[in-house]
């Protein structure tokens, strides 16, 4: 992802500056269903959900205040949001602690649509006319801050990858992934879902499944079901370099059924690496725990130049 600029902040209905301090005053009081119903307002302003952009809309305010509590904002807090689209869990968001919430939608259409939510917020609510792909969430607001988002499927990992490179940012991450995704990245070394997603999310965060949702509680119903993943920043990751880590996971991966010794080939030595880090030559990708592919990764930095770190939607 390109690093957020003044592109996009020219196009938020609450610009920010950051204080000079964080803000722990409690926040007013806010009633989600004192609004329109979401269905009104999607019907009020024709707001069929676009496949093209990964829309399934959460109606059920029951469901969304749950991912907004579920998310355990500490006071102060800014909750960022990507998609809010006719703003279900953007309500629920305002009924939380969060000082402010910020929602991010590349969909003109739902921005005239959330002027009630925003008149209602009292000045807590802004929006950013962007795609989430080119937003630097730091450069919206001040720490302390989160991201709550039911996020489109077609670019969640992609957005989670982003985030993660620089987690220690946030208070924690509240995500509603694809369940096949979520399952990925609580996923154990030995599992059939472990793999290269699950070693760098577990590498950069503690990461606990919620919930799961199923299709027919999204509007249009998407065809799997969904899953509510809580995601923290780890104390203390094991150290690699990340460009490191995912070359070496890219290349174990890629040949998970192979061993070691064989697909870690385009790597150069195999056998030093592995021998360096007493790994066995003949194990294969998904019996290497986190901490293993972290020292595999250090040992193939030190036999290569460094990197630049990844810029967002690389």
């Known amino acids: 992802m390109k690093r957020a600029g003044d592109a996009y902040k020219s196009r938020m209905t609450d610009p920010i500056s950051a204080p000079a301090a964080p803000v722990t005053a409690a926040p007013a009081a806010f009633d989600p269903h004192a609004l329109p119903p979401l269905r009104d307002v999607i019907a009020r302003f024709g707001l069929e959900a676009r496949k093209s952009l990964g829309q399934n809309f959460l109606l059920d305010l029951n469901l969304t205040g749950r991912i907004a509590r579920s998310a355990n904002l500490p006071a102060g807090t800014t909750a960022i949001e990507v998609g809010p689209g006719p703003g279900g869990l953007t309500r629920a968001l305002l009924a939380t602690n969060a000082v402010k919430v910020i929602a991010i939608e590349r969909d003109r259409r739902f921005i005239e649509a959330l002027q009630d939510v925003i008149e209602a917020s009292e000045g807590r609510l802004s929006i950013v006319e962007a795609d989430a792909l080119t937003v630097d969430p730091e450069e919206l607001a001040p720490a302390p801050r989160a991201i709550v988002a039911n996020l489109p499927y077609n670019v969640a990992t992609p957005l989670l990858l982003g985030w993660l490179?620089?987690?220690?940012?946030?208070?924690?991450?509240?995500?509603?992934?694809?369940?096949?995704?979520?399952?990925?990245?609580?996923?154990?070394?030995?599992?059939?879902?472990?793999?290269?997603?699950?070693?760098?999310?577990?590498?950069?965060?503690?990461?606990?499944?919620?919930?799961?949702?199923?299709?027919?509680?999204?509007?249009?119903?998407?065809?799997?079901?969904?899953?509510v993943v809580h995601l923290t920043p780890r104390s203390n990751p094991e150290?690699?370099?990340?460009?490191?880590?995912?070359?070496?996971?890219?290349?174990?991966?890629?040949?998970?059924?192979?061993?070691?010794?064989?697909s870690l080939k385009s790597l150069g030595n195999a056998e030093t690496l592995l021998e360096e880090t007493g790994i066995a030559p003949t194990a294969r990708a998904e019996e290497i725990d986190v901490a293993g592919f972290a020292a595999l990764a250090r040992a193939f930095r030190a036999r290569t130049p460094a990197e630049p770190p990844p810029e967002r939607g690389a």
């Open 165 to 227: 490179a620089r987690i220690e940012a946030y208070v924690s991450l509240t995500l509603m992934f694809q369940k096949e995704v979520a399952d990925r990245l609580v996923a154990k070394p030995g599992s059939k879902a472990y793999g290269r997603l699950s070693v760098i999310t577990q590498w950069r965060s503690d990461a606990r499944v919620l919930f799961n949702l199923p299709p027919r509680a999204f509007t249009p119903p998407p065809k799997v079901e969904s899953t």
């Open 239 to 262: 150290p690699a370099d990340w460009r490191a880590l995912e070359q070496v996971t890219a290349a174990a991966f890629g040949q998970r059924r192979k061993m070691l010794r064989q």
